[in-house]
């Protein structure tokens, strides 16, 4: 078994807020995002952009 790196993690925490931030409005997202990992705003934006940048290469690379 490989061993998790942060730049991993950080992917899978991507995936999941991508997940939840396409269920709720614009306004509401950098919010929940921060109440759900308990994180600063920065890193809830930067997981949401992460995520997105994931699905949008997923798409291209299927």
Same mark, same amino acid.
């Given at each position: $078994?490989?061993? /998790?790196? @942060?730049?991993? $993690? *950080? @992917?899978?925490?991507a995936g999941i807020v991508n997940e939840v931030a396409k269920m709720l409005p614009k306004s509401e *997202? /950098?919010?929940?995002?921060?109440g759900l990992l308990r994180c600063d705003e920065d890193e809830a934006r930067a997981l949401i952009s992460r995520g997105r940048r994931l699905e949008k290469a997923k798409e291209r690379a299927a």
């Open positions: $078994m490989k061993p /998790v790196t @942060d730049n991993r $993690m *950080r @992917d899978v925490k *997202r /950098v919010a929940s995002v921060k």
